[in-house]
């Protein structure tokens, strides 16, 4: 299982904005883009997913922009990548495109292989992700001491 690039860009942006998160001010796309090297076209659409998913909210005017809907530590990477990613196939669905037996038992291995992924998605948050980046950041500047 890989991390689509939307998923990935979407992520950048809403760490982004969790970092930002105690200011209580918006952050326009061109700033995110520009601090996240994200194609600021491409993030205007994720940013418009994002917002319909209830994940961020977006304000008018010259001081606009997005901001996290909810806390980063209420924010679980699961919401963020399903969101961005729709949701998996039913298992009903798995069954009727099975062409034989193998395929059946391959495809069941498959979802059990997509469910223990959501565990793991479904244990991190934005806020989560900001410490791990946080504490690698220490180490890489104690490294170069």
Same mark, same amino acid.
């Given at each position: ?8 860009? /979407? ?6 904005? /969790? =970092? ?7 952050? #326009? ?10 194609? =600021? ?7 418009? %997913? ?15 922009? &997005? ?8 924010? %679980? ?7 961005? +990613?729709? %949701?998996?196939? #039913?298992?009903?669905?798995? =069954?009727? +495109? /099975?062409?034989?037996? +193998? ?15 959501? /565990?793991?998605?479904?244990? &991190? %948050? ?10 690698? #950041? #220490?180490? =890489? ?5």
């Amino acid at each position: 299982m890989e991390l689509s690039c939307k998923s990935e860009y /979407a992520l950048l942006a809403l760490l982004e904005l /969790a =970092d930002h998160y105690s200011e209580h001010e918006p952050l #326009q796309i061109r700033q995110i883009a520009a601090e996240q090297s994200i194609p =600021d076209r491409y993030l205007e659409q994720l940013l418009a %997913t994002l917002r319909r998913s209830g994940l961020v909210r977006s304000q008018r005017g010259a001081r606009g922009g &997005y901001i996290l809907a909810r806390e980063p530590w209420k924010i %679980t990477l699961l919401e963020v990548v399903s969101s961005i +990613e729709g %949701t998996d196939i #039913q298992p009903s669905e798995l =069954d009727r +495109e /099975a062409k034989s037996l +193998e395929g059946l038992v391959i495809r069941e291995v498959w979802h059990e292989a997509g469910r223990a992924a959501d /565990a793991v998605l479904q244990k &991190y %948050t934005l806020q989560d992700l900001a410490e791990k980046r946080n504490s690698r #950041q #220490q180490l =890489d500047l104690m490294y170069y001491i």
